[in-house]
Nanobody
Framework: QVQLVESGGGLVQSGGSLRLSCVAS????????MGWYRQGPGKQRELVADINSGGNTNYADSVKGRFTISRDNAKNTVYLQMNSLKPEDTAVYYCNRKGWGTTYWGKGTQVTVSS
């Protein structure tokens, strides 16, 4: 069973930064699409950013220019660097692994941005 464990969430003031990490168990980490999703209060879960096996990235319009996704295949880890945080970025952030007909989710980490 694949496990995804997120860390790095917390409380930060508007304009601040946080870096989220997600460590994945299992083999062949490098072949999968890794992504970060978020679910704010009263909202549906949405894609924040993802990165494929070739390192190509995709971002939600709302975070372009502020967030950066990256991966370290040697450490089975995907990161989300979040800069210039806004109160509307407040959400539970979930790590996701997709590929070969499977999808796995982490349990999430809370990010709260105060104004």
């Amino acid at each position: 069973q694949v496990q995804l464990v997120e860390s790095g969430g917390g409380l930060v003031q508007s304009g601040g930064s946080l870096r989220l990490s997600c460590v994945a168990s299992g083999r062949s980490f490098s072949i999968y699409i890794m992504g970060w999703y978020r679910q704010g209060p009263g909202k549906q879960r949405e894609l924040v950013a993802d990165i494929n096996s070739g390192g190509n990235t995709n971002y939600a319009d709302s975070v372009k220019g502020r967030f950066t996704i990256s991966r370290d295949n040697a450490k089975n880890t995907v990161y989300l660097q979040m800069n210039s945080l806004k109160p509307e970025d407040t959400a539970v952030y979930y790590c996701n692994r997709k590929g070969w007909g499977t999808t796995y989710w982490g349990k999430g980490t809370q990010v709260t941005v105060s104004s």
